[in-house]
C-alpha cells in the first residue's frame, strides 16, 4: 500500500539525440505492469516525451478523433519540421450507450503521436511504447494488419496499419499522404491509441467502468465508472433524445459562415499588421463537424444529406489548410502574425 | 553462371498485394534483364509480409557487344536530312563513314554497344523496377519522394559466382543496396550478412522467417488441422483466408481455442464470418455435431508461455466479438418471432433509392410483380407475396447491420422463427441470387419468382430513371441483375415474353431497350460457354427471340449444326442461293416469292431439290411448332445434297426468262425453308 505522493518518475533518461528519435527500451527489458489507466497515460506522456516530442495538452474544443487537434491536422502542413504527443478527448455522439456497454462510449480518450518527418525508426519506437506500457513482447503478438486511413470531412487520407496485440487492434498507424487537399510534404506519421480498450487490455479488465482509473491502492481509489457512468447517461440522453437540432442546424450554418467569413477577410488588420487567421478559422471548422455528428446521432440527416454535410465540413477543412499553408508555422511566405507589421 | 539475389525489406506489405508484388517484380526484373541482352537459366520469386525475394539462376555475367550499321542519306542529299540521322544516331559527321552505292555515296553509321557486365545491367533495371513498381496503392515517407508500398528499408543485392559474392552498386534515394538483411521482427537477432539464395534462405529460417508463402500455407494448414485432429474436431476450409493469413506471418505458430458455451447457439454462419472478417481466425467443426465449436488463430511468434497469453488475448477479443453477435442475434429473435413487423416498419424509412423511392416502396413493387410472375414458375401467387414481404426484412436486422454479407441467410432463419413456411424462408435465404455466372441458381418455384421480380425491379427501376451501367462504370450492379434473370429463366426453363415480363417492372422503362440489353448480357454469358456470336445472332434475329428458353435451345441446335460438315456446306449453299436471289430482286426490283413450279423444272438436279425443299418443309414445319430444333435443322441439313447438286447442274440466270424466274422462286423457297429455323445469313463462314 502507498498513500498520496508516492508514484513512478516520469522521467527516465533523455532518449534522443543528433541521430534522431531513439528507442531506448531494448527488446527483452521488462516492464512492471501499470495498475491503472492514468499510469498508462503517463507512461505514455513520459515515453514520447523523454523521445522529444513536445508533449501538449488536449485542444480545448469537442472533436471526434485526436486528429482534429490543429498540432495535428494543421501542422501535418507545410514543409517545418514537428513532433507532438498529447492526450485528446473525443466525443463520437452515436458511439453512447449510457454507460451499459463495456466496450462503448460517446467520450474517450484517445492518445496522439504526430511526427514530422516520420523517422526512419517510427514501428520501432511505438513498439518500444508498447513495452513502456507493460506490453511484453516474449508473450504477446504484435502484428500490422493493412488499414489505410482516410478522413472524408479533413479531406485526409494516409496508408498504414491497425496494429493488433494478440487480435486486438490497439493503434492506427498512419503515413499522411494528404491533408485538407494538400499533399503532405514532407510526410508525417501518425500514430493514435485507443486509450480505453488498450487500457483495459493492459489491465486485464472486462468492463470499461470497471477500470481502475488511478491507483487501486490510493486513498480513494476510482474506477473510470466513478468519473463517468453518470456522464455517458447523461450525454447519450441528450445526445440521441434532447439535443435541440434547429439550434444545432443553426450553429452549423454560422460556424460554416465565420469560417469562410474570417478567411475571405482583409490579411492586413487595423494597424497594418498581416494577420492569417487561420487557427480561428478551423476552430469553426471544427465546430462544424462536431455539429454534424451531434445532428447525426439525433437521427434527422438523412443518407443523402450527411454526403452533402460531409463535403461542407470538408470544404471548410480545405480552405482552412489552404490559409495555414500560407502562414509562418505552415512553411509559407512569412506572412504570418507580427514579420512586417508594426509594433503595438 | 552467377546467380542473382535481390531482396526489398520494408514495413509490413498489405498481405492481399504480396503474391502479385512478388510476381511483378518477376516479371519486370527477368524483362527488363533478358532486353539488354543477358539470359538466364531460372528464377524464383517469394514474398513475405516484409519482404520481396527474387532469386535468379544461370544469369549471363555481361551482355554480348553489338555492332549496328545504319544507312543514312547520301552524300548530295540536303543538309538537314544529314543533320536529322546525326541526331537520331547521336554521332558527329566526322564518326561516319562514307560508302559506294550504285553511282553515288551514302553515309553509313556504324555503332558499336559494348557489352555490359551484368552487375550494370542488374543495378539498372532495379532501379527503374524500384522506382516504377505497379502497386495498387503507394506512398511517400519522411522527406524521401521514392514511393513504394510502405516504406522501403533496405535492398539486398547480390551476384554470386565462383569468385563470391558482389554486392551490385545501387544507391535509391539514399538505400544503399547491401549483402545484408534482417530475420523476424521479435524473433530474429539483428541484421546479418549472406553468401548466396541459399545462405540467405537458411539464415533466414534461423532468424524465424520461412521466406516461402506456400511453404507458410502448408505448415499453417498442417498446424491447424493437426491441433483439430487431436481433440476430435476438423477445420473448416477455406482457401482465402489460409493466402490471407499466409501473408500476415513469417513464422506461423497455429493455436487452437474452443468458442465459449454461450456462443454455441448462434448460427455457425455467424460464429463464421465473425472469427474470418473481424479475427482471420479458421473455424473448427466438431464433425459429429456439424456445429462450429472451435477456432485457429495463427500467431507470428513462439513464446516462453508456448502461445498461452497470444491465446487468452484472442479468446477474450472473441469473446467481446461475439458477445456483440449474441446480443445482436437475441434482439433480432424478439422483432423476428413477433412477425419481423418493426423490420418491415423500419425499411420505410430505408431509402433504396432517391428517385426510386423506399426500400418498403421497393418491397411492394417486388410482392406485386412476383405474383404477376408466379403462374410463369409454377407458384402460387400467396406464397410469393408472403415471401417477397419478408425477404428483405432482415435489411434491418442487427446481425446484417453488423455483417452485411449475411443478408438473405439471416432472412432466413428469421423466417423460421417467425413460424413461417420453409419455402419462404428458402426464398428469403435465395432471392438475392445467382450473384455471379457460376453460382447456384435457385430451382424452387417460389424463390425463383421472388428472385426474378428482384432483379427485375432493380432493371426496370434504373432504365426508367436513366441509370443505366455506361463502359466499366455499373455502381448498381444491373449487369449481374440481368445476368441472373437471364440464368434464373433458362435453368428453371421459365417460359413466356420476356418483353410483357419487363413491362409489368417499374413503370417508365423503355422494354425494348432493356431487352437489347438482356440480349447483349446473354451473349456474353453464351461466348463464355463457347458459343460464336454470329450462331447467336442468326437466332437473335427470329421471332419470339424475347423467350430466352426458345432462343437458347435454338442457338445450341444451331451451334450443333455447324459444328458438322453438313451444316457448313449447307451454309455455303444457302448463301449462294441467297446472295444470287438477292442480286436478282434488286436487279428486277421484285420479289420472288410466287413460288417454284415442278413442271419447270429442267433438270433432274432441279426436280430432285424441289421435292427436297417440300419434303423439308413437311418435317421443319411441324417440328418448329413443337420448338423441335434439332429435328428442323436435322432437316434443314438434308438439304446440303440437293443444292450442291443443283448449283452444280444448272445455271441460275438461264437466257430463258420463265425457267429464270422458275428458278428464283426456287431460290426463294430454300430461303424461306432455311429462314423458318434461324436467319442464317447473319453467319460467317
Known amino acids: 500500500m502507498f498513500g498520496w505522493g508516492v508514484g513512478i518518475d516520469p522521467i527516465g533518461a533523455v532518449a534522443y539525440g543528433r541521430g534522431g528519435f531513439q528507442e531506448g527500451l531494448s527488446m527483452s527489458e521488462s516492464v512492471v505492469p501499470p495498475r491503472s489507466f492514468q499510469e498508462i497515460i503517463l507512461r505514455l506522456q513520459s515515453y514520447w516525451g523523454v523521445r522529444g516530442c513536445a508533449v501538449l495538452q488536449p485542444y480545448d474544443m469537442e472533436v471526434g478523433a485526436g486528429t482534429f487537434h490543429p498540432a495535428t491536422t494543421l501542422r501535418a502542413l507545410g514543409s517545418k519540421s514537428w513532433a507532438a504527443a498529447y492526450v485528446q478527448p473525443s466525443r463520437r455522439p452515436t458511439d453512447g450507450r449510457y454507460g451499459e456497454n463495456p466496450n462503448r462510449l460517446q467520450h474517450y480518450y484517445q492518445y496522439q503521436v504526430l511526427i514530422k518527418p516520420s523517422p526512419p525508426n517510427l514501428q520501432e519506437l511505438y513498439l518500444g511504447s508498447l513495452r513502456a506500457i507493460g506490453i511484453d513482447m516474449e508473450l504477446h503478438d504484435i502484428r500490422f494488419v493493412e488499414d489505410d486511413w482516410e478522413s472524408p470531412t479533413l479531406g485526409a487520407w494516409g496508408l498504414g496499419w491497425e496494429v493488433w496485440c494478440d487480435g486486438m487492434e490497439v493503434s492506427q498507424f498512419t503515413y499522411f499522404q494528404q491533408v485538407g487537399g494538400h499533399d503532405c510534404r514532407p510526410v508525417s506519421g501518425e500514430l493514435t491509441y485507443g486509450l480505453e480498450r488498450l487500457a483495459m487490455y493492459v489491465l486485464g479488465v472486462d468492463h470499461v467502468m470497471e477500470m481502475p482509473f488511478n491507483d487501486p491502492a490510493s486513498p480513494i481509489a476510482l ?36 469560417c469562410e467569413r ?83 | 553462371m552467377p546467380e542473382l539475389l535481390i531482396e526489398l525489406l520494408s514495413e509490413e506489405i498489405p498481405a492481399r498485394m504480396q503474391a502479385k508484388a512478388a510476381f511483378d517484380l518477376k516479371r519486370i526484373v527477368t524483362d527488363g534483364l533478358v532486353e539488354a541482352g543477358l539470359t538466364y537459366a531460372s528464377v524464383g520469386a517469394f514474398s513475405t509480409p516484409r519482404r520481396l525475394v527474387l532469386s535468379v539462376e544461370g544469369l549471363s555475367a555481361e551482355s554480348k557487344s553489338v555492332r549496328e550499321e545504319r544507312k543514312g542519306p547520301r552524300v548530295d542529299a540536303p543538309i538537314a536530312a544529314l543533320e536529322g540521322f546525326l541526331r537520331s544516331t547521336g554521332l558527329s559527321k566526322d ?33 527503374g523496377a524500384v522506382r516504377n513498381f505497379p502497386w495498387p496503392k503507394s506512398m511517400r515517407w519522411g522527406t524521401t519522394s521514392l514511393r513504394w508500398v510502405r516504406p522501403l528499408k533496405s535492398i539486398l543485392c547480390l551476384l554470386v559466382d565462383e569468385g563470391g559474392a558482389l554486392v551490385v552498386d545501387l544507391d535509391i534515394d539514399g538505400i544503399k543496396a547491401g549483402n545484408t538483411t534482417e530475420g523476424h521482427r521479435f524473433m530474429g537477432a539483428g541484421r546479418f550478412a549472406v553468401t548466396s539464395f541459399e545462405d540467405y534462405r537458411a539464415k533466414l529460417w534461423k532468424a524465424r522467417v520461412m521466406l516461402d508463402a506456400a511453404e507458410r500455407e502448408a505448415h499453417i494448414w498442417q498446424g491447424a488441422t493437426n491441433l483439430a485432429f487431436a481433440a476430435g474436431m476438423e477445420v473448416v476450409e477455406d482457401k ?70 497470444i491465446l487468452k488475448g484472442n479468446q477474450k477479443v472473441l469473446s467481446a466479438r461475439l458477445s456483440d453477435a449474441r446480443f445482436f442475434w437475441e434482439n433480432d429473435l424478439r422483432v423476428a418471432k413477433a412477425g419481423m413487423g418493426d423490420w418491415l416498419l423500419g425499411l420505410e424509412a430505408v431509402t433504396f433509392h432517391n428517385k426510386l423511392g423506399s426500400q418498403a416502396e421497393r418491397i411492394a413493387r417486388i410482392v406485386a410483380l412476383g405474383r404477376e410472375l408466379a403462374p410463369l414458375v409454377g407458384a402460387l401467387p400467396d406464397k410469393v407475396e408472403a415471401a417477397a414481404q419478408v425477404a428483405k426484412a432482415d435489411l434491418r436486422s442487427e446481425i446484417v447491420g453488423e455483417f452485411p454479407e449475411l443478408q438473405g441467410l439471416m432472412g432466413m432463419y428469421y423466417a423460421r422463427e417467425a413460424g413461417m413456411d420453409e419455402t419462404v424462408a428458402k426464398a428469403a435465404r435465395d432471392h438475392y441470387s445467382p450473384l455471379g455466372p457460376t453460382d447456384d441458381v435457385p430451382v424452387e418455384a417460389v424463390s425463383v419468382a421472388v428472385a426474378l421480380a428482384d432483379k427485375i425491379d432493380m432493371l426496370t427501376g434504373f432504365w426508367a430513371i436513366d441509370e443505366k451501367p455506361t463502359g466499366n462504370k455499373d455502381p448498381f450492379a444491373l449487369r449481374r441483375a440481368a445476368l441472373g434473370v437471364i440464368r434464373l429463366l433458362l435453368v428453371n426453363g421459365v417460359r413466356g415474353s420476356l418483353s410483357s415480363i419487363l413491362s409489368k417492372g417499374y413503370a417508365g422503362a423503355n422494354v425494348s431497350e432493356l431487352l437489347i440489353f438482356l440480349h447483349d448480357r446473354l451473349k456474353v454469358f453464351l461466348k463464355y460457354q463457347g458459343i460464336r456470336h454470329d450462331i447467336i445472332d442468326a437466332c437473335l434475329a427470329m421471332p419470339g427471340n424475347d423467350d430466352l428458353v426458345l432462343l437458347v435451345k435454338r442457338v445450341q441446335a444451331l451451334q450443333g449444326l455447324m459444328a458438322t460438315e453438313d451444316g457448313t456446306n449447307l451454309l455455303q449453299g444457302f448463301k449462294r442461293a441467297n446472295n444470287i436471289l438477292t442480286q436478282a430482286e434488286a436487279k428486277d426490283g421484285i420479289e420472288y416469292s410466287f413460288g417454284a413450279d415442278l413442271k419447270f423444272a429442267e433438270s433432274e438436279e432441279e426436280k430432285a431439290l424441289f421435292k427436297a425443299l417440300e419434303a423439308a418443309e413437311q418435317v421443319i414445319g411441324p417440328a418448329m411448332k413443337l420448338e423441335d430444333f434439332a429435328t428442323a435443322m436435322g432437316a434443314m441439313a438434308q438439304l446440303r445434297a440437293p443444292i450442291d447438286a443443283f448449283f452444280t447442274a444448272v445455271q ?10 422458275n428458278r428464283l422462286n426456287m431460290l426463294h423457297h430454300i430461303r424461306v425453308v432455311c429462314g423458318g429455323v434461324a436467319d442464317l445469313a447473319r453467319l460467317e463462314n
Open chain 1, 223 to 258: 474506477k473510470y465508472g466513478d468519473i463517468f457512468r453518470q456522464t455517458e447517461q447523461e450525454y447519450s440522453r441528450w445526445n440521441f433524445d434532447q439535443a435541440d437540432t434547429d439550434m444545432l442546424l443553426q450553429h452549423f450554418k454560422d460556424a460554416e459562415a465565420e
Open chain 1, 262 to 344: 474570417i478567411l475571405a477577410a482583409e490579411v492586413t488588420d487595423k494597424v497594418g499588421r498581416r494577420i492569417i487567421m487561420a487557427h480561428p478559422a478551423y476552430d469553426q471548422c471544427i465546430k462544424a463537424s462536431h455539429l454534424f455528428n451531434l445532428l447525426d446521432a439525433r437521427g434527422v440527416i438523412s443518407v443523402t444529406e450527411r454526403q452533402a454535410y460531409i463535403g461542407r465540413v470538408r470544404d471548410l477543412a480545405k480552405k482552412c489548410a489552404d490559409a495555414f499553408v500560407t502562414t509562418e508555422a505552415g512553411g509559407g511566405e512569412a506572412i504570418g502574425a507580427g514579420v512586417g507589421g508594426v509594433p503595438v
Open chain 2, 95 to 127: 564518326q561516319l563513314e562514307l560508302r559506294d552505292d550504285k553511282k553515288t555515296q551514302v553515309y553509313f553509321a556504324v555503332i558499336e554497344k559494348p557489352g555490359r557486365a551484368a552487375a550494370a545491367v542488374v543495378a539498372d533495371v532495379l532501379d
Open chain 2, 240 to 309: 482465402d483466408l489460409l493466402a490471407e493469413v499466409a501473408g500476415l506471418v513469417e513464422w506461423p505458430v497455429p493455436l487452437m481455442g474452443r468458442i465459449g458455451e454461450d456462443f454455441l447457439s448462434l448460427p455457425p454462419e455467424v460464429l463464421q464470418t465473425s472469427m474470418k472478417e473481424h479475427q482471420k481466425f479458421f473455424s473448427v467443426r466438431n464433425p459429429k455435431t456439424g456445429r462450429v465449436e472451435g477456432f485457429v488463430t495463427v500467431a507470428n511468434v513462439e513464446t516462453t508461455d508456448h502461445g498461452a497469453t
Open chain 2, 652 to 661: 441460275v440466270n438461264s437466257d430463258n426468262a420463265i425457267l429464270r424466274r
